[in-house]
């Protein structure tokens, strides 16, 4: 190492030897200041443990609280289930019950169907349309004189309105295996082509 000095500075003046222990006599502690910062710092070490020791002991036993809940659900869930299934079986049976009760009201109303189309011939109403009614050919007094004649001695007769006649339809032929049909929720039916 180079040192460049320059003779016309003064030299700096340091001081006698003694100034400098002096200085480091006082930062120097004493035996009893660091016995009582050692001990203060052991007592806030020791104060965080025990705070920290408490609190560990409440979270075991809030879980062992738990555990022990969670012991009770297992057997509180098999009860809910054995409940939901005895609901569950019991509204099964009363919709198969209801189920079969609709189920024979409507083949009693569809045997009352069959029994009424049995009874009522369609061929009787053909036969009453297709004869002819007579012809009166009256001259225009006869009319006259029938007409004053009814009006006198017979109350008007009213026409009974005749039996509607029923229409079979026939059925529609069978869907063409080219179209796919698709019914919508508003009820219309639509045919697709399937390629």
Same mark, same amino acid.
């Given at each position: ?77 098999? !009860?809910?289930? &054995? ?5 569950? %079986?019991?509204?099964?049976? *009363?919709?198969?019950?209801? #189920? ?65 006649? !029923?229409?079979? &339809? ?5 869907? %063409?295996?080219?179209?796919? *049909?698709?019914?919508?929720? #508003? ?9």
């Amino acid at each position: 190492m180079t040192m460049i000095s320059d003779p016309d500075m003064p030299a700096i003046d340091i001081g006698p030897a003694t100034h400098t222990e002096e200085q480091a006599a006082v930062w120097k502690p004493s035996n009893a200041r660091m016995i009582g910062v050692v001990a203060v710092g052991a007592l806030l070490i020791t104060a965080v443990n025990i705070t920290a020791a408490v609190y560990f002991y409440r979270g075991i036993n809030d879980l062992r609280l738990v555990e022990r809940r969670l012991e009770q659900l297992g057997s509180f869930e098999q !009860r809910i289930a &054995a409940r939901l299934d005895t609901v569950n %079986n019991g509204f099964q049976s *009363r919709f198969e019950k209801l #189920d079969s009760q609709l189920q024979g009201s409507f083949n009693e109303v569809k045997g009352s169907i069959a029994r009424l189309e049995q009874e009522l011939p369609l061929d009787s109403d053909d036969e009453m349309s297709s004869i002819a009614e007579p012809s009166v050919i009256m001259t225009s007094t006869m009319a006259e004189a029938a007409t004053d004649l009814e009006e006198a001695t017979e109350p008007s007769i009213v026409e009974a309105p005749r039996p509607l006649k !029923r229409k079979i &339809a026939a059925a529609p032929p069978p869907p %063409n295996s080219s179209y796919q *049909r698709i019914v919508r929720p #508003d009820g219309k039916v639509h045919y697709k082509k399937i390629n």
